[in-house]
């Protein structure tokens, strides 16, 4: 199974990704970590996005789809989970035509459905050790009691302002992704409120049916 699984920050598509993984025998791609691991183990690609994230920059869409591209073939062009890529319409038409060429095309993309106030909430919860990078919710999963609070902070990033922030920059450059995929009959719409299995449960049925309908 060739799957997609998107949706804004927040809406848990990495939990669920990994999941499908282990769950479903998937392997779960996600860009953030392929090119960590390209930097780590000093490959080719890795070497020349090294520049690019030394500098506090993007890397470049072409080397992401690079990037990708080699995970993918590395499976097999098959059995995968991409989480949280593609983002915008030219990596998706990059997507869609790698894929096609290998008659392997996407059998499913599933966007998860969270609302706003919901997804700031959860982000703006979330808490980090600074020393360990150990990540904690105080809402589900607080820090024990034996950890010094002094060590457990907010990163910028999940202030409620600014994951409002990274919602707009969502809908504007990736929630079009949407009306791609809705028009090629792909697009799965699940509910990710919720707990974390209340979501699995979802996403499993709208993969029976698939399977079931093919």
């Given at each position: 199974m060739r799957l997609v699984l998107f949706g804004p920050p927040g809406a848990g598509k990495g939990t669920q990704a990994r999941l499908l993984a282990e769950r479903r025998g998937l392997v779960q791609i996600a860009t953030g970590d392929i090119i960590r691991e390209a930097l780590k183990n000093e490959t080719p690609l890795g070497k020349k996005a090294?520049?690019?994230?030394?500098?506090?920059?993007?890397?470049?869409?072409?080397?992401?789809?690079?990037?990708?591209?080699n995970a993918i073939a590395d499976e097999g062009y098959d059995d995968f989970v991409l989480d949280g890529y593609p983002r915008t319409d030219q990596q998706a038409a990059w997507l869609t035509e790698f894929l096609e060429e290998k008659d392997r095309p996407l059998d499913a993309v599933i966007s998860l459905a969270v609302p706003d106030e919901v997804i700031v909430r959860r982000l703006s919860r979330r808490r980090v050790h600074t020393e360990t990078g150990e990540t904690y919710h105080l809402d589900h999963d607080p820090p024990p009691d034996d950890v010094d609070p002094q060590y457990i902070v907010q990163r910028d990033d999940d202030q409620p302002e600014t994951v409002r922030n990274r919602l707009s920059v969502y809908r504007d450059e990736t929630k079009p992704l949407e009306e791609y995929y809705r028009e090629r009959g792909l697009?799965?719409?699940?509910?990710?409120?919720?707990?974390?299995?209340?979501?699995?449960?979802?996403?499993?049925?709208?993969?029976?049916?698939?399977?079931?309908?093919?």
């Open positions: 090294k520049s690019y994230v030394e500098a506090g920059e993007l890397v470049p869409d072409s080397l992401v789809r690079d990037l990708a591209e697009l799965q719409t699940v509910d990710g409120t919720g707990g974390i299995e209340d979501v699995y449960d979802r996403v499993e049925e709208v993969l029976d049916d698939l399977r079931a309908s093919a």
